[in-house]
């Protein structure tokens, strides 16, 4: 099995900013994946965190809004930049060869 | 149409009832879970299913590839159990990527 930790637990940002959410894992792990679960909604998948090269990303999601680092088998980061309102949702990490293993998100407010 | 379809979406039950949930999904998948999603956000996975039944304590899980549709059974349910229940499956084609039905709200009252 696998533990994933998130940072920030939650925050409340300011519109036209950005913030960046890390993901560690306990173990080295192939897959890493970030979905976005907005209020009253089912998560969706933004990307698929490739080590070493760049992300996968789903449609309707795009590098310049979301960029995405992976720099070992333990790690990666998501920043939501230039924040709407519309951004409001929970972030989350999940891992595993399987996407079986999942953070315990990020709550991320816009005002 | 969704390729994950759950039911109920939201179920209230009394302590100490049978509780159980469905899932139906149209696509064929290598593997199904079921989450479990409470107020802070945080899931934690309950089951990973490929065929049959797992069994967890109170919790069970069936899944059926012909009929495509498993459920989660909760017996002798307790108001912790109260949370989201996430049915997501990993579709044959996609890797590891999950595709997410839009979960069941359980309520257990006291």
């Known amino acids: 099995s696998a533990v994933i930790s998130q940072k920030p637990s939650r925050d409340i940002c300011q519109r036209g900013t950005s913030l960046t959410i890390q993901c560690q894992v306990d173990s080295q792990v192939t897959m890493m994946f970030w979905y976005r679960q907005q209020p009253g909604q089912s998560l969706t998948l933004i990307a698929t965190?490739?080590?070493?090269?760049?992300?996968?990303?789903e449609s309707g999601f795009v590098i310049d809004k979301f960029p995405i680092s992976r720099p070992n088998l333990t790690f990666s980061t998501l920043t939501v930049s230039n924040m709407s309102p519309e951004d409001s949702s929970i972030y989350l990490c999940?891992?595993?060869?399987?996407?079986?293993?999942f953070g315990p998100g990020t709550r991320l407010t816009v005002l | 149409k969704n390729e994950v379809e759950q039911s109920p979406q939201n179920l209230t039950a009394q302590e100490g009832e049978f509780i159980t949930i469905n899932c139906s999904y149209s696509v064929g998948i290598s593997a199904l879970h079921w989450l479990q999603q409470h107020p802070g956000g945080g899931i934690v996975s309950l089951f990973m299913?490929?065929?049959g039944k797992k069994k967890h304590g109170r919790l069970i899980a069936t899944i059926n590839i012909q009929e495509k549709h498993s459920s989660l059974h909760i017996t002798a349910s307790h108001p912790r159990d109260s949370a989201v229940y996430i049915c997501a499956v990993m579709e044959e084609t996609s890797g590891s990527r999950l595709t997410f039905g839009e979960g069941t709200q359980l309520t257990v009252n006291p």
């Open positions: 965190a490739n080590q070493g090269s760049e992300a996968t990303y």
């Open positions: 299913l490929s065929s």
């Open positions: 999940s891992a595993g060869d399987r996407g079986q293993f």
